[in-house]
Nanobody, 127 residues
Framework: QVQVVESGGGLVQAGGSLRLSCAASGDTFSVYSLGWFRQAPGKEREFVAALTWGGPDSYYADSVKDRFTISGDNAKGTVYLQMNSLKPEDTAVYYC????????????????????WGQGTQVTVSS
């Protein structure tokens, strides 16, 4: 079993930055893919970014490309989401997700492909 806990959300002005953290604990050796998703009020949960442990590849939604960066510290079992140039439309609850398989072929973009989820952290960007 794997537990994931997000932290680092908060209130920031447009143009500002935040860094979210996702700490994985438990049977972390079984975790292979990690992703960040977000959900705004009245909207579906949407993909933000993903990576695989120890792999060179990272993936981003078009809406955050060149502004957000996902990175991982395998030794600490932690994944980060550095968010720069934040916009009001980035306001949402951000969720971290983990899965024991290597999600390829775009599967990393699909919430139901992930087995483990955190409780989410609120990010609010004011204009």
């Amino acid at each position: 079993q794997v537990q994931v806990v997000e932290s680092g959300g908060g209130l920031v002005q447009a143009g500002g930055s935040l860094r979210l953290s996702c700490a994985a604990s438990g049977d972390t050796f079984s975790v292979y893919s990690l992703g960040w998703f977000r959900q705004a009020p009245g909207k579906e949960r949407e993909f933000v970014a993903a990576l695989t442990w120890g792999g060179p590849d990272s993936y981003y939604a078009d809406s955050v490309k060149d502004r957000f960066t996902i990175s991982g510290d395998n030794a600490k079992g932690t994944v980060y989401l550095q968010m720069n140039s934040l916009k009001p439309e980035d306001t949402a609850v951000y969720y971290c997700a983990a899965d024991p398989t290597r999600l390829t072929g775009g599967r990393y973009m699909t919430p139901r492909e992930y087995e483990y989820w955190g409780q989410g952290t609120q990010v609010t960007v004011s204009s």
